[in-house]
């Protein structure tokens, strides 16, 4: 007890110590250096950023705004040159243009398209510089994919009523990707990206009278009338009141093709309509392809799909084709669970129950498979496109806002993070359970569990809870059983990745421990189980994103530095310093003299 103990393989450094800095802070001995910011150029042509003298035309071509996921997908055995792909989940107009040049109440036109075009996904060709770091080369794999896009929307509501619109009597082409929060690399290298909080963007949802299409609408938060971002004044697809069904096109999960700078991105129905935080694949014993896909809100649910067809490995763009088709065609299921512990010892506090673990059963309930629905009085078209309302019909479990769901490429085991819930046991509201089990839940936990007979086709699994986050010195928190004098805080877990030796690394999202977020990584087995470790911080109201752990390299998406300040008193100068605007901004990060020299990143 209070011994420090050997470090895990892949966790070797010195934790960083919590700080409120405007800066990114690593350990001794690591360097960082900046990959690209927003408003660097992407696509030839593209005019250096210049904060100032902002539009649209340019942004298209430029780096987005609020850079979430970040992929890396080597082109060659080396891992020498990578495409780098970024979401660009929201935008925060307020920060994106000098102070007193932005009304809120009255936004220009130009303003408003130059937000669309900050929005989408980036595709950068990267180069490993050998004396570290990421150099952004000019190719022709570079990209931008905004909210004018065209996508090819598949699987089984492709082409239904619901997703008809006026410009698209098809049901099939969607303009446009939204709120692209968390993702995931493909086995057969495309990127999949969640559509997250798409609500924001519709205006005039309290026009609809019709009772059940008004019960759909506010299932989802689309309410009341004008929006902040005020797009609606400019295209009327973002008002509810003049198309309807145009916020049915939004809340899937998109498949982008980096190799193929023309392929037409994809929307995959079959994975179901919600507030995708992202998804990730894991591969079926019998060769199948498995998605698992959190829907952040409070009390939403957790999901996974099942594909028919078997997965053909490799990259070619063969491969791609026919395993992207893999996800149109499946069965999808909502997660319910159940804790193993007498519900007296489970009282919202967060202390263990006498098991000494928050652990269980859970059982996958399936919601539709192609055109048959699996929940009474409801269509499978109903079932994909107001997916929600399928979950609750079948009573799945009611969690603390489900973040990134990943599988464990080492063990197999899949974790999920679940960032926060402060209504938890609010009146009205669900109670504690086992598998969440604090009320006012602030700091997040994270879960693992293990499909039965390790194989993601399993309807049934086993499930604990890895972590109970918050101050290790609190009652109230849980480090995989490790000693908690020895851990770093953490609060409000996010984004999951896992490096070469199957340790779990965590970004964070609103610490609510007064300290800025950061990355943690934690070993999942043996005897560092749960010794989490701080591996950087980001700059003042910054979230943590990506991230993207190699054996030499970490990268992760500095997203909102400085959101909580105003364009007159700003908070962070984040990354050029000086009085320059904060640049939401992707950093590498790697161990002096250790860059490309593999298994070293935390040794
Ligand atoms: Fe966009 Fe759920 O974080
Ligand atoms: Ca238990
Ligand atoms: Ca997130
Ligand atoms: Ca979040």
């Not at 003298?53 to 850079?67: I, K, S």
């Not at 009772?211 to 973002?238: C, H, M, N, Q």
């Not at 189980?529 to 910054?542: C, E, S, W």
């Amino acid at each position: 007890n209070g011994k420090p103990s050997r470090p895990a393989e892949g966790t070797d450094f010195e934790p960083v110590e919590p700080n409120t800095a405007d800066a990114v802070h690593v350990p001794d001995g690591y360097e960082q250096e900046l990959v690209i910011r927003w408003g660097d150029p992407v696509l030839p042509g593209a005019p250096e950023f210049d904060f100032h003298n902002q539009t649209a035309a340019a942004q298209a071509r430029q780096f987005g705004y609020n850079n979430d996921f970040v992929g890396l997908i080597p082109q060659d055995g080396a891992g020498r040159r990578n495409l780098m792909v970024v979401n660009h989940e929201y935008t925060t107009e307020p920060h994106m243009f000098p102070a007193g040049s932005y009304d809120a109440d009255n936004p220009t036109e130009e303003q408003v398209r130059i937000a669309w075009a900050a929005h989408g996904l980036s595709v950068v060709q990267t180069l490993r510089d050998p004396r570290g770091g990421l150099r952004v080369l000019p190719s022709r794999y570079n990209r931008r994919i905004t909210a004018d896009t065209e996508f090819e929307v598949r699987g089984p509501v492709a082409g239904s009523d619901p997703l008809k619109t006026s410009a698209d009597p098809s049901g099939r082409s969607v303009l446009g990707t939204l709120n692209n929060c968390a993702g995931s690399v493909t086995p057969w290298g495309t990127v999949l990206s969640g559509e997250e909080n798409f609500h924001q963007y519709f205006a005039n949802a309290d026009s609809v009278t019709d009772p059940v299409e008004a019960e759909r609408l506010r299932r989802y938060g689309l309410a009341g009338g004008e929006t902040s971002r005020k797009w609606e004044r400019f295209d009327k697809r973002w008002d509810i009141a003049e198309e309807p069904h145009e916020p049915h096109r939004f809340g899937w999960v998109v498949e982008i093709d980096p190799h193929d700078p023309h392929a037409k991105p994809i929307k995959h129905t079959a994975l179901g309509r919600f507030k995708h935080e992202g998804a990730a694949i894991k591969i079926t014993k019998d060769g199948r392809v498995a998605a698992y896909s959190g829907d952040d809100e409070r009390f939403e649910y957790l999901y996974k799909f099942v594909s028919n067809g078997r997965y053909k490995p490799g990259r070619s763009a063969h491969a791609r084709r026919h395993n992207s088709r893999l996800l149109d065609d499946g069965t999808l299921y909502v997660a319910k669970f159940t804790g193993d512990s007498p519900a007296s010892e489970i009282d919202g506090s967060g202390r263990l129950p006498s098991d000494g673990e928050f652990d269980g059963r859970g059982e996958w309930i399936p919601l539709a498979s192609g055109t048959t629905s699996h929940v009474p009085g409801m269509t499978a078209e109903e079932v994909y496109v107001f997916t929600r309302l399928a979950a609750d019909r079948v009573g799945a479990t009611k969690m603390d806002r489900p973040e990134d769901v990943e599988p464990n490429p080492v063990t197999g085991r899949v974790y999920a993070a679940l960032t926060n819930n402060t209504d938890r046991g609010a009146a009205g509201k669900a109670a504690a359970d086992e598998i969440n089990p604090r009320d006012g839940n602030r700091n997040g936990h994270v879960l693992e569990w293990e499909e039965d007979r390790g194989d993601a086709v399993s309807t049934t699994f086993a499930w604990r809870l890895l972590l109970v986050c918050g101050d290790p010195a609190a009652a109230d928190t849980y480090f995989g059983g490790f000693d908690k004098s020895q851990v770093s805080p953490i609060s409000c877990p996010d984004n999951l990745a896992f490096d070469s030796h199957g340790n779990l690394w965590v970004s964070t999202d609103g610490n609510a421990l007064g300290s800025n977020d950061g990355l943690f990584a934690v070993p999942v087995q043996g005897r560092e189980r749960g010794h989490v470790k701080q591996f950087l911080t980001v700059p003042i109201g910054a979230e943590t994103c990506g991230p993207v752990v190699t054996d030499d390299v970490v990268l992760v998406a500095v997203q909102h530095p400085g959101e909580g300040g105003t364009p007159e008193n700003p908070q962070s100068h984040w990354p050029d310093g000086g009085n320059s605007p904060a640049r939401p901004s992707i950093v590498a990060v790697w161990k002096r003299g250790r860059f490309g020299r593999p298994g070293h990143i935390g040794r």
